[in-house]
């Protein structure tokens, strides 16, 4: 691309930004060629989302120029950018929950935009580019992965000459991941130059044409991504080869810990998925995934199985053979469930409050809680332990859980409910926008935790994950759960297949409900 | 920085109080002096001062918690009336010369008829709010007029002096019956001990205690304590049961203090005051006794501007709409920048 005579869309150098405790970029530069798909690669903490806003006009760098279409540009805000033609998707998204899907894009557009075109475009675009979308709901009852679809389509409204994309894939299905790349594809054919931040390497080597990878705040290196393996990659990205797990060893199932028997549940609201005839076994030392599309029910049943949603039948959900569909969270916690919910900061943890406080979330006993009283010394110590144990990227068990990345408050989240020594594990979403090495290292901890005996269920839109950490594997489709199946035995077309709701549902029912049994009796023997 | 906020507002407040005094004729300087200063000016002084601090101080110590809780109780002063005719009516059934009980047994029935009291009145918000959904603030705020106006019932009915030459007002309590004196010759009563003890309980209470974390966690984030499995409907009766209390003991050492009777007015509006003292404040039990004494010299400030001055007595509420104005405009400005940008061509 450097022998086009098109001087290139953007071009970055020397670009500096400190903050009080960190150089976020040092002497960043980078180049993006018109049309071209460049990737930037890096762990969390490396310097991408600042650099992003940098050219987003969000943040001003102390140092360094930008130089757009080969002029020399100042970006003071958003609204430059944007009318300079740079859109962006990012990863945390920026939407009013009690806005709807049309009025949210519509805030970023003039004053008297027209909102029956302005739909009928959301509409149009989404289906173009396989985002379906509808434009009259509200956004606090969209689940993520639509959230998300909702800014991407936004993004590509504006019609923009570079695209920036945060983890754009992380909440989409194989096939939909398929269907966006042909999108950028095309994209970028007609002109437009896409950045794209991501971690997953084998992405980036199937869709960049070239990428920059930062560390530490500076650039280590330019490449084609296509011409690299995925492990000289991520030697560039963090410096060494992640660990390579064993592969996982074939369980034999033990105790009965979990069962899901024919649960239904209307809907809460008028956006909510119903849940109908989800069934489920759950045996100590395994892995169980649940895969699927995001707004298919793993909401509903999540809330469901921590006891947030008391609405089931006691008998639908039995946790080490006592009904408990009608308890709540601290009824459940005391029988030995642990949880972690998709949310972070809200539910998983209180963004305003410190990391000890929020110990005391899901640790209501002593030694905790003593009567009545908080024993702040013990929450303190244990605070710190996981910090310790988890490699938590922290000031201290004082910080507020606001203050720490997506990625360590997920450590920390996920520590506080694995050092409860749980017989059931219950995660959602356990590495959404984390970066490599602390996903490799909660992945290492769900394993530690299966050795140990513990019955682990994992919900994730994230296949790679699944197929990695999983044993068996359902799918989640409108509300309906499919039969169980080998991780090893499954491959990535059935599972994205049955991700439409599309699988045998009478004859694998009784084959799965065959295989339970069998599973039942080993464990009863 | 948030504890900043208040002194920042009180300086603001004493800024806009000096123009304020300018602009109504009279010598800015003078009118702070007397204001602010003649209050504090003798240990008497002084003593009335801590005397209006400890209704202020013990209402706002409740509202503090079920602020924390995201619960907007804004019907203190109702709660304070309610917990006043509790106690009122208790001595008024005892001061019969019969001496069924000691003057100190009546007093502690009466005290704990005033949180009674309180909370029973709170608890008519937590119902409604439970049951039927309704809006805390509306419910709590409409409530206060009619316990002003049970109140007024009270006084011209049952509790009406007989002979009081027809004056709605109950009999004026034995001496026996008035709480004691921590001061000899003033007229701070052993009220102002128990604010003080009440305010270390709720210290811990908040800050130590898991009860206290569970209103909290529920206030600053709601789906956290589903997550937790705290209950909601658990936090808004614990804390508007608390403030109700809290404020029923307010009005309860009113009756049984300085007014030594029931009248038709127990509360120059000091339910609605010790919203503004929680704020001032900032929701920290410690931090209420400091609010406290500023809105009590605000009430002693505006009697000394009413006499020495000439000014109506308005300039009270002047005073403390101000301070909690310019308070929720320091928060508000400390968080977020002001930017001017210009009116889109178009």
Same mark, same amino acid.
């Given at each position: 691309?450097? +022998?086009?005579?098109?001087?290139?869309?953007?071009?970055?150098?020397?670009?500096?930004?400190?903050?009080?405790?960190?150089?976020?970029?040092?002497?960043?530069?980078?180049?993006?060629?018109? %049309?071209?798909?460049?990737?930037?690669? %890096?762990?969390?903490?490396?310097?991408?989302?600042?650099?992003?806003?940098?050219?987003?006009?969000?943040?001003?760098?102390?140092?360094?120029?930008?130089?757009?279409?080969?002029?020399?540009?100042? @970006?003071?805000?958003?609204?430059?950018?944007?009318?300079?033609?740079?859109?962006?998707?990012?990863?945390?998204?920026?939407?009013?929950?009690?806005?709807?899907?049309?009025?949210?894009?519509?805030? %970023?557009?003039?004053? +008297?935009?027209?909102m029956a075109e302005l739909a009928e475009q959301i509409r149009q675009t989404g289906k173009n580019y396989g985002l379906d979308l509808e434009p009259h709901r509200h956004v606090h009852t969209l689940s993520v992965g639509e959230r998300q679809r909702v800014e991407i389509v936004r993004a590509l409204l504006t019609r923009p000459q570079l695209l920036i994309l945060d983890e754009p894939t992380s909440v989409l299905t194989p096939q939909?991941?398929?269907?966006?790349?042909?999108?950028?594809?095309? @994209?970028?054919?007609?002109?437009?130059?896409?950045?794209?931040?991501?971690?997953?390497?084998?992405?980036?080597?199937?869709?960049?044409?070239?990428?920059?990878?930062?560390?530490?705040?500076?650039?280590?290196?330019?490449?084609?991504?296509?011409?690299?393996?995925?492990?000289?990659?991520?030697?560039?990205?963090?410096?060494?080869?992640?660990?390579?797990?064993?592969?996982?060893?074939?369980?034999?199932?033990?105790?009965?810990?979990?069962?899901?028997?024919?649960?239904?549940?209307?809907?809460?609201?008028?956006?909510?998925?119903?849940?109908?005839?989800?069934?489920?076994?759950?045996?100590?030392?395994?892995?169980?995934? @649940?895969?699927?599309?995001?707004?298919?029910?793993?909401?509903?049943?999540?809330?469901?199985?921590?006891?947030?949603?008391?609405?089931?039948?006691?008998?639908?959900?039995?946790?080490?053979?006592?009904?408990?569909?009608?308890?709540?969270?601290?009824?459940?916690?005391?029988?030995?469930?642990?949880?972690?919910?998709?949310?972070?900061?809200?539910?998983?943890?209180?963004?305003?409050?410190?990391?000890? +406080?929020?110990?005391?979330?899901?640790?209501?006993?002593?030694?905790?809680?003593?009567?009545?009283?908080?024993?702040?010394?013990?929450?303190?110590?244990?605070?710190?332990?996981? @910090?310790?144990?988890?490699?938590?990227?922290?000031?201290?068990?004082?910080?507020?859980?606001?203050?720490?990345?997506?990625?360590?408050?997920?450590?920390?989240?996920?520590g506080r409910e694995i050092v409860r020594n749980p017989d059931v594990f219950v995660v959602a979403q356990p590495t959404w926008g984390v970066d490599v090495g602390a996903a490799a290292q909660i992945h290492h901890e769900i394993r530690l935790l299966k050795e140990a005996g513990c019955a682990v269920l994992v919900i994730s839109e994230e296949l790679d994950e699944l197929f990695d950490l999983c044993d068996r594997l359902h799918v989640i489709a409108k509300g309906h759960l499919s039969p169980s199946i080998s991780s090893r035995d499954a491959t990535r077309e059935q599972i994205g297949l049955w991700m439409s709701g599309l699988w045998d549902k009478d004859? +694998?029912?009784?084959?799965?409900?065959?295989?339970?049994?069998?599973?039942?009796?080993?464990?009863?023997? | 920085?948030?504890?900043?906020?208040?002194?920042?507002?009180?300086?603001?407040?004493?800024?806009?109080?000096?123009?304020?005094?300018?602009?109504?004729?009279?010598?800015?300087?003078?009118?702070?002096?007397?204001?602010?200063?003649?209050?504090?000016?003798?240990?008497?002084?002084?003593?009335?001062?801590?005397?209006?601090?400890?209704?202020?101080?013990?209402?706002?110590?409740?509202?503090? $918690?079920?602020?924390?809780?995201?619960?907007?109780?804004?019907?203190?002063?109702?709660?304070?009336?309610?917990?006043?005719?509790?106690?009122?009516?208790?001595?008024?059934?005892?001061?019969?010369?019969?001496?069924?009980?000691?003057?100190?047994?009546?007093?502690?029935?009466?005290?704990?008829?005033?949180?009674?009291?309180?909370?029973?009145? =709170?608890?008519?918000?937590?119902?409604?709010?439970?049951?039927?959904?309704?809006?805390?603030?509306?419910?709590?705020?409409?409530?206060? !007029?009619?316990?002003?106006?049970?109140?007024? !019932?009270?006084?011209?009915?049952?509790?009406?002096?007989?002979?009081?030459?027809?004056?709605?007002?109950?009999?004026?309590?034995?001496?026996?019956?008035?709480?004691?004196?921590?001061?000899?010759?003033?007229?701070?009563? $052993?009220?102002?001990? $128990?604010?003080?003890?009440?305010?270390?309980?709720?210290?811990?209470?908040?800050?130590?205690?898991?009860?206290? !974390?569970?209103?909290?966690?529920?206030?600053?984030?709601?789906?956290?304590?589903? !997550?937790?499995?705290?209950?909601?409907?658990? =936090?808004?009766?614990?804390?508007?049961?608390?403030?109700?209390?809290?404020?029923?003991?307010?009005?309860?050492?009113?009756?049984?203090?300085?007014?030594?009777?029931?009248?038709?007015?127990?509360?120059?509006?000091?339910?609605?005051?010790?919203?503004?003292?929680?704020?001032?404040?900032?929701?920290?039990?410690?931090?209420?006794?400091?609010?406290?004494?500023?809105?009590?010299?605000?009430?002693?400030?505006?009697?000394?501007?009413?006499?020495?001055?000439?000014?109506?007595?308005?300039?009270?509420?002047?005073?403390?709409?101000?301070?909690?104005?310019?308070?929720?405009?320091?928060?508000?400005?400390?968080?977020?920048?002001?930017?001017?940008?210009?009116?889109?061509?178009?």
């Amino acid at each position: 691309m450097s +022998d086009t005579p098109l001087p290139p869309r953007l071009e970055l150098s020397g670009i500096c930004k400190s903050y009080p405790a960190v150089v976020a970029n040092d002497h960043v530069s980078l180049t993006v060629a018109p %049309g071209e798909i460049h990737a930037v690669l %890096g762990e969390n903490g490396a310097g991408k989302s600042t650099l992003m806003k940098i050219i987003f006009g969000a943040v001003k760098p102390d140092a360094g120029s930008v130089r757009w279409n080969g002029a020399d540009v100042h @970006i003071a805000n958003p609204q430059d950018a944007r009318k300079l033609g740079i859109a962006m998707v990012f990863q945390h998204f920026s939407l009013f929950d009690t806005l709807t899907v049309t009025e949210n894009i519509a805030l %970023g557009l003039a004053a +008297d935009v027209n909102m029956a075109e302005l739909a009928e475009q959301i509409r149009q675009t989404g289906k173009n580019y396989g985002l379906d979308l509808e434009p009259h709901r509200h956004v606090h009852t969209l689940s993520v992965g639509e959230r998300q679809r909702v800014e991407i389509v936004r993004a590509l409204l504006t019609r923009p000459q570079l695209l920036i994309l945060d983890e754009p894939t992380s909440v989409l299905t194989p096939q939909a991941v398929q269907k966006l790349f042909v999108t950028l594809r095309q @994209i970028s054919a007609e002109g437009c130059s896409i950045l794209y931040i991501s971690h997953k390497l084998d992405e980036i080597r199937e869709l960049c044409h070239s990428a920059t990878v930062m560390r530490g705040g500076k650039v280590t290196g330019h490449c084609d991504p296509a011409q690299e393996t995925a492990a000289s990659l991520s030697r560039l990205m963090i410096g060494a080869e992640p660990e390579q797990e064993a592969a996982a060893k074939p369980h034999a199932p033990g105790e009965l810990r979990l069962q899901i028997r024919q649960l239904r549940l209307p809907r809460a609201h008028a956006f909510a998925t119903p849940l109908d005839g989800i069934s489920l076994e759950l045996f100590s030392g395994e892995i169980v995934g @649940i895969a699927g599309v995001s707004g298919n029910g793993q909401q509903e049943l999540l809330a469901a199985l921590s006891g947030e949603d008391r609405r089931c039948k006691p008998g639908m959900i039995t946790l080490k053979g006592k009904a408990v569909g009608h308890l709540g969270p601290n009824a459940r916690r005391a029988l030995g469930q642990s949880l972690v919910p998709e949310e972070r900061l809200g539910r998983g943890a209180v963004p305003e409050m410190s990391l000890t +406080d929020n110990m005391l979330l899901s640790h209501q006993r002593a030694p905790f809680v003593v009567n009545g009283m908080i024993q702040f010394k013990h929450a303190i110590q244990a605070a710190s332990d996981i @910090i310790g144990r988890f490699r938590v990227k922290a000031s201290g068990p004082a910080a507020l859980a606001k203050s720490l990345s997506g990625g360590n408050l997920q450590k920390f989240i996920v520590g506080r409910e694995i050092v409860r020594n749980p017989d059931v594990f219950v995660v959602a979403q356990p590495t959404w926008g984390v970066d490599v090495g602390a996903a490799a290292q909660i992945h290492h901890e769900i394993r530690l935790l299966k050795e140990a005996g513990c019955a682990v269920l994992v919900i994730s839109e994230e296949l790679d994950e699944l197929f990695d950490l999983c044993d068996r594997l359902h799918v989640i489709a409108k509300g309906h759960l499919s039969p169980s199946i080998s991780s090893r035995d499954a491959t990535r077309e059935q599972i994205g297949l049955w991700m439409s709701g599309l699988w045998d549902k009478d004859g +694998d029912q009784d084959a799965a409900r065959g295989q339970a049994n069998a599973a039942g009796e080993l464990a009863s023997a | 920085m948030a504890y900043f906020s208040p002194l920042l507002a009180l300086a603001l407040t004493l800024f806009f109080g000096a123009l304020l005094f300018l602009a109504l004729g009279k010598n800015p300087l003078t009118g702070l002096q007397v204001f602010l200063l003649e209050p504090v000016k003798s240990r008497a002084a002084i003593s009335e001062l801590l005397l209006k601090t400890t209704p202020l101080v013990l209402t706002a110590l409740g509202l503090s $918690v079920c602020y924390r809780a995201n619960v907007w109780n804004i019907g203190a002063e109702g709660q304070l009336i309610a917990g006043g005719i509790a106690a009122g009516s208790t001595i008024l059934m005892f001061d019969n010369g019969a001496h069924l009980l000691s003057g100190g047994m009546v007093l502690v029935l009466a005290s704990l008829a005033g949180v009674v009291g309180g909370a029973l009145w =709170a608890s008519i918000t937590a119902l409604l709010r439970d049951r039927f959904n309704a809006n805390e603030i509306l419910v709590s705020l409409m409530l206060t !007029y009619i316990a002003q106006l049970l109140l007024m !019932y009270m006084v011209n009915g049952p509790l009406k002096d007989p002979h009081g030459m027809n004056f709605p007002q109950s009999r004026v309590f034995s001496p026996e019956f008035l709480l004691p004196m921590l001061v000899p010759g003033s007229r701070l009563h $052993v009220g102002f001990a $128990v604010m003080l003890v009440a305010t270390a309980v709720m210290t811990v209470f908040v800050y130590r205690s898991f009860a206290g !974390y569970r209103l909290t966690v529920g206030g600053l984030a709601p789906l956290a304590a589903r !997550y937790a499995g705290f209950s909601s409907r658990r =936090a808004l009766w614990t804390s508007l049961l608390i403030s109700g209390g809290f404020a029923g003991i307010a009005g309860a050492f009113e009756v049984s203090g300085p007014i030594g009777q029931v009248l038709p007015s127990i509360s120059p509006g000091y339910g609605f005051a010790a919203i503004i003292v929680a704020f001032v404040g900032r929701l920290n039990p410690i931090g209420t006794i400091f609010g406290g004494l500023i809105l009590s010299l605000f009430y002693l400030g505006g009697e000394m501007a009413q006499s020495r001055l000439g000014l109506p007595s308005a300039i009270t509420g002047l005073f403390q709409g101000m301070l909690l104005f310019l308070l929720l405009a320091c928060d508000t400005l400390i968080n977020y920048r002001l930017r001017w940008v210009a009116q889109p061509q178009s």
